[in-house]
């Protein structure tokens, strides 16, 4: 091919490219589950729509489920429900009130299993509620995990503790721990 035909057609790729990288709705510029944002009179932007967080590729947002809403870029569980199992649509939680032994027929209810037994690995707290297990310090320990998303509910006297510094407890999408537990760079959130 001459020379002069590859720079020809190289320079109408290119502006085919850059032209087709510049169509925006007027009207629209954002996309599903965006609001434009204003700064005056002219749009600054796009940002998630209330009720949706940023999809996982951080380029459109998503619509949390129903009985979730949208807190910290997460979808969370309304008060009065809760998640199952991790990942799982928040479902109605009957609060049947404090029970005891004296309380009848009616069922003890107990707190999570396994919060603060002795760990080394994830295996050792596999067959509790509190399935993470704390071994960068002393005690090692299994901790309940995913209170910043709506998985658990952290008991009365723990905090939701978020701490995005090191890969694998920003994995745990927020731990349970006693109230004085939530160090730098942990941030304590509320689901």
């Not at 008060?79 to 032994?101: L, Q």
């Amino acid at each position: 091919m001459h020379a002069g035909a590859q720079r020809y057609g190289l320079g109408l790729w290119g502006l085919l490219v850059f032209c087709t990288g510049c169509l925006v709705d007027a009207d629209n510029p954002c996309d599903d589950n965006q609001v434009e944002i204003h700064g005056g009179a002219e749009s600054t932007g796009c940002a998630c729509a209330p009720g949706a967080v940023p999809d996982a590729d951080g380029k459109g947002c998503l619509l949390c489920g129903e009985h979730e809403d949208a807190v910290g870029g997460v979808c969370v569980c309304m008060d009065g429900y809760a998640r199952t199992t991790a990942g799982a649509a928040c479902e109605e939680v009957a609060d049947a009130g404090p029970m005891t032994e004296d309380a009848g027929d009616e069922p003890m209810i107990s707190g999570p299993t396994g919060v603060g037994e002795p760990c080394e690995t994830a295996a050792d707290c596999a067959a509790f509620d509190a399935t993470f297990c704390q071994n960068f310090q002393e005690p090692h320990q299994c901790l309940l995990q995913g209170c910043a998303v709506g998985d658990v509910v952290c008991p009365d006297s723990d905090v939701c503790c978020v701490i995005d510094a090191l890969p694998q407890l920003a994995a745990a999408n927020g731990l349970c721990v006693p109230s004085d537990g939530c160090v730098a760079p942990g941030m304590v959130v509320e689901p």
